[in-house]
């Protein structure tokens, strides 16, 4: 199959990395055009249901000029495009979680006092309870619930508050969702009439919700901050299968994943064999390093561990080439 057969004609690979304008009008035209001539028919008449899910696929992570840009993320969103584009009369719907922030949020700078400096701690800055409670740290916001949800982060054994740069503001440019993308989306919406479907994630200023489906902490102070995304999970398992990309391996992307398996075992573990992860279109955050360049967290290997335990676990570990075999 020749390049133009698979992809369309305003498609240009170079331009993934780009930040620009939405061509709505544009792909809208081409995609109704491209379903005419090909036959390609709505995508409630398919008979195996298949989503695609894609993990905060944003400007912020996935583009170089991003405040949190995952390297390697460019060459996932390209794949991914190209994933959507090569099966788009296999695809049923697409969804898109988004990561939603604003600026006081208690993994942002500006929510704490670094007292050793008198300002505001620098992004990838690690507080404990333990440094709260030293003096070190001191919350700007929200004091006794700082230092609970700190605690109750550091329980579940899996990450210790560190301070992000802004990112994903609500409004910001940041937030948008790579433009190529997008219209890869756009292009299936139209061609399949299938609305793409979003999923926000991330509001709630005393909590952090790596996972699409769930925050790390559901409680503070016997505040309610968050719980289990159910409606989302079983949008998702309504299909047959679900294709999982997105940003990042070593962070949001696993740690869905994780929700995602664990309400699998907590409520039918069949449907574990319904999870196809495109390995080839996620990327990890970079090692954490100290001051002399020692590795104080290996992201990288977090993200290979956890793909390894997906694999153990009944999951598919794919790539966005192999082919989607329609049998059911």
């Not at 006081?104 to 990838?124: K, L």
């Not at 398992?237 to 740690?255: F, I, L, N, P």
């Not at 196809?276 to 990288?300: H, K, R, T, W």
Request: hydrophobic fraction near 40%; glycine fraction near 6%; aromatic fraction near 10%.
């Amino acid at each position: 199959m020749s390049h133009s057969q698979q992809f369309p004609s305003f498609y240009v690979a170079e331009k993934v990395g780009d930040l620009y304008k939405s061509r709505d009008e544009q792909i809208t035209a081409v995609a109704a055009e491209y379903a005419r001539k090909n036959g390609i028919k709505p995508a409630h008449e398919d008979q195996l249901k298949i989503a695609f899910f894609g993990i905060d696929i944003q400007i912020d992570f996935a583009l170089p000029l991003g405040s949190l840009f995952v390297p390697g993320a460019v060459e996932d969103s390209t794949r991914t495009i190209e994933f959507i584009y090569r099966n788009l009369s296999k695809l049923t719907s697409l969804h898109f979680s988004l990561d939603t922030h604003k600026i006081f949020q208690i993994f942002h700078p500006i929510f704490w006092i670094d007292n050793e400096t008198g300002t505001y701690p620098a992004p990838f800055t690690l507080i404990t309870s333990k440094l709260i409670r030293s003096g070190r740290f001191t919350p700007a916001l929200f004091p006794q619930e700082c230092i609970e949800y700190c605690e109750e982060l550091e329980k579940t054994g899996r990450y210790v508050l560190c301070i992000w740069p802004f990112h994903t503001l609500l409004g910001s440019v940041g937030h948008a969702m790579v433009p190529s993308v997008f219209e890869a989306a756009t292009f299936h919406a139209v061609a399949r009439h299938s609305q793409t479907h979003f999923e926000t994630k991330g509001i709630h200023p005393l909590t952090e919700n790596y996972s699409v489906l769930e925050p790390e902490v559901k409680k503070v102070r016997g505040r309610v901050v968050g719980q289990f995304n159910t409606k989302f999970f079983k949008t998702l398992m309504e299909h047959d299968r679900v294709y999982v990309a997105g940003q990042a391996s070593s962070h949001c992307a696993k740690t869905t994943i994780e929700s995602l398996l664990q309400k699998i075992k907590d409520t039918d573990s069949s449907l574990v064999e319904k999870v196809y992860i495109l390995e080839d279109c996620m990327s990890p955050v970079p090692a954490l390093l100290d001051e002399n360049g020692g590795v104080l967290v290996d992201f990288p290997a977090i993200a290979q561990s956890a793909l390894d335990d997906f694999r153990a676990a009944g999951m598919n570990v794919v790539k966005s080439t192999d082919v989607i075999d329609l049998v059911a």
